[in-house]
């Protein structure tokens, strides 16, 4: 079983819900990166998305497009995050990494040899925003063959044959982008998001991550108690912004805000 | 006989390029686009509407003229231009926004956004929106937003909102990237008119058909006013809209030559230009796989060039097929070839060109003298150079 599988599985017999932090790899500098990944971990969380700068992040709202250019700064690429990676499995053998990035840089590596090196850094799940399953059917197999999941976006106006078709692409879980925007844009509507995941669960029997409006413990708790999880992104970026002079202190923002939600999540 | 050519797919592929690379939540929007695009494309009423519009209000047909002084000079080929300067707005780019506005009108949207580079793909929306009454804001690079000032102006007249976008290279990719991101926050009333055939599915395409009136115009023209087809035809290349509509009608004539001239900037070989054709390598970017300019990882790298309307570091995916299957040559002019391109053609035809239609005008300068006298290029004349005054006046040291 994937460790993604084996994740929701053992959250789904205790009754909780995964809490998914999404943090750019390289931002605000390389050397950061790592030991948030274990911090965050220590806080609670489940799964780590962890992105791949790209020079034109088109699906993504100002504090992400800013988390890129700082990490792009110091030529952060696809394969020095795939090294970060790597170092985190040498002590972290159960947390799930998830590499979420758009299809460019995947390109210019090439399919196979990214599926290769996705392999040996022992990475648990891609996911491309701009690559939707009607283009990604040789990176699917390339993926599944090597037992990593591709992970795919659902959207508030995803069809019941959209959804069908990311049932069956994606493995893993499935991403649903709570309201139609770029990272980091207003807050979701509950009721919104509600109904749509009655939609999307009566056509998928794959976990279903909730994420885009997610700022606070609030939020995080309304939201999973509606999804199988949930994903925070631009609201732990933004503590890195605010504190580019003293990156510890952003950690410990980062850890605070990340351990509020566990417990309000957990309650 | 060779088959006819026959591209896209229904996906939008051209080969291995093209296709839909956008974000779920534009899937849809992409989808319904072109659900539209396929059934007016089709409908009588939508196309004699369509015929009325570029007729009565963009001015078309675009004249073909021969520049008989000019060929003289260079002493080879007979020149003709294909005076897309003379439309409305004063550029090819209304070709297409006169099509996909009416596109929007049946599709109820109230609410247009566009990219522009040199502001007049901004300003022939602008110009659209203001006689349909609809809402219309454009995106703009920063830089652009000083260099073709004059634009901004044009377009505010016209009761656009023209956003100076100030990420990234603060060019035409940045924003497209912008546009993006303002489509997928307002996909509901919101239309989005790309100006080139860039873009995901249906866009290289359905930009491509409403730019394809120049080929069509130009063949029948050739034909009527010298009785044959033409040998060469010549295009700049940005995005690739005024080169593909005038290639794409002569495409199954493999007597014509199709040659795309790309911005060197200050020389491909100085890595400094926006020649992704000649210098760059396939990629995905902006919901289409295409040739790109990037470095090793794929990171998406500064383009240059002294006009704003070539640089981008993609390009149409059907001209990547082009290439590839070897139907059309892509060549590169630098900026200082460019310029003296405008030059010649002001002085020796009394026609200002804009700094984009100048690299065409500069690589015809050196194809000319190798053909006959008897042989024919149609040279695309995609945009007038009013809007370059400012860029021009300062390159040589003269306050306006
Ligand atoms: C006059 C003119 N020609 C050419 C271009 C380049 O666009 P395309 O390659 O799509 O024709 C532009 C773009 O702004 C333009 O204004």
């Avoid at chain 2, 029948?220 to 044959?228: A, P």
């Avoid at chain 2, 809209?241 to 493999?254: E, K």
């Amino acid at each position: 079983m994937s460790r993604l599988a084996a994740t929701f599985e053992a959250l789904a017999k205790t009754g909780r819900k995964a809490l998914i932090p999404f943090i750019t790899a390289g931002d605000p500098n390389p050397e950061f990166t790592l030991p948030l990944m274990h911090a965050m971990v220590e806080a609670g969380v489940d799964v780590i998305e962890l992105g791949v700068p790209f020079s034109d992040p088109m699906a993504d709202g100002p504090v992400i497009q800013r988390a890129s250019e700082r990490a792009l700064d110091y030529k952060m690429s696809l394969r020095r995050v795939l090294a970060i990676a790597t170092e985190f499995r040498k002590t972290n053998q159960q947390t799930p990494v998830v590499l979420m990035g758009y299809v460019n840089p995947i390109e210019a590596m090439g399919y196979e040899d990214f599926a290769n090196a996705a392999q040996r850094a022992e990475i648990d799940g891609v996911l491309t925003v701009d690559l939707p399953p009607e283009e990604a059917e040789e990176c699917v197999s390339l993926l599944k063959a090597r037992d990593i999941d591709p992970i795919f976006l659902l959207a508030p106006n995803s069809t019941d044959e959209r959804i069908k078709k990311m049932d069956v692409a994606g493995s893993g879980y499935l991403y649903y982008v709570s309201l139609k925007g770029v990272t980091g844009a207003g807050h979701l509507n509950v009721a919104d998001v509600e109904a749509k995941l009655k939609q999307i669960k009566t056509n998928t029997r794959l976990p279903v991550a909730v994420g885009f409006g997610v700022k606070d413990a609030q939020t995080a708790k309304t939201v999973a108690s509606l999804g199988d999880g949930v994903v925070v992104g631009s609201a732990l970026i933004s503590k890195i912004e605010a504190n580019l002079g003293d990156p510890e202190r952003a950690k410990r923002e980062i850890v605070d805000l990340l351990v509020a939600m566990r417990q309000a999540m957990d309650n | 006989m060779t088959e006819k050519y026959n591209m896209p797919d229904e996906r939008g592929h051209f080969g291995p390029y093209g296709g839909m690379f956008v974000g779920e939540t534009l899937m849809l929007p992409i989808q319904e686009l072109n659900a539209a695009y396929q059934q007016y494309l089709k409908d009588p009423e939508f196309i004699a509407e369509l015929d009325a519009d570029l007729t009565h209000y963009v001015g078309r047909p675009s004249p073909l003229y021969h520049a008989e002084r000019w060929s003289r000079e260079l002493g080879g080929a007979q020149i003709y231009l294909k005076r897309e300067d003379l439309n409305h707005t004063g550029a090819h780019k209304i070709n297409n926004t006169v099509g996909q506005a009416l596109l929007a009108k049946r599709m109820g949207k109230t609410r247009i956004i566009a990219e522009t580079g040199a502001g007049q793909h901004g300003v022939a929306t602008a110009t659209v929106a203001a006689r349909l009454g609809l809402e219309c804001v454009i995106y703009m690079g920063a830089v652009d937003v000083v260099r073709q000032s004059l634009n901004v102006y044009r377009m505010k007249l016209l009761g656009a909102t023209v956003v100076p976008v100030e990420s990234g290279s603060k060019t035409l990719k940045d924003a497209l990237n912008e546009a993006l991101r303002d489509w997928v926050t307002n996909v509901d009333n919101t239309f989005y008119i790309i100006g080139t055939v860039a873009g995901p599915h249906p866009y290289p395409a359905m930009v491509r058909d409403f730019q394809a009136i120049i080929g069509r115009e130009a063949k029948q023209q050739c034909l009527n006013q010298v009785g044959r087809l033409p040998d060469a035809l010549v295009a700049c290349v940005g995005g690739g809209s005024n080169a593909i509509g005038l290639f794409y009608p002569f495409i199954d004539d493999h007597s014509v030559k199709m040659i795309g001239v790309e911005a060197a900037g200050d020389g491909v070989e100085t890595g400094r230009h926006s020649a992704p054709l000649c210098a760059g390598r396939p990629g995905v970017l902006h919901g289409n796989r295409t040739y790109l300019m990037e470095d090793d990882d794929g990171e998406i790298i500064e383009t240059h060039s002294i006009s704003a309307g070539l640089d981008y570091p993609g390009v149409g995916p059907e001209h990547a097929w082009l290439k590839d299957t070897g139907r059309a040559e892509y060549v590169n002019i630098t900026d200082t070839e460019a310029l003296e391109g405008f030059h010649a053609l002001t002085r020796m035809e009394g026609i200002i060109p804009a700094l984009e239609s100048s690299h065409a005008m500069a690589y015809t300068m050196k194809l000319a003298p190798t053909m006959k006298k008897d042989e024919i290029i149609i040279v695309c004349l995609s945009g007038r150079g009013d809007k370059d005054m400012q860029t021009m006046a300062q390159r040589e040291g003269i306050e306006l």
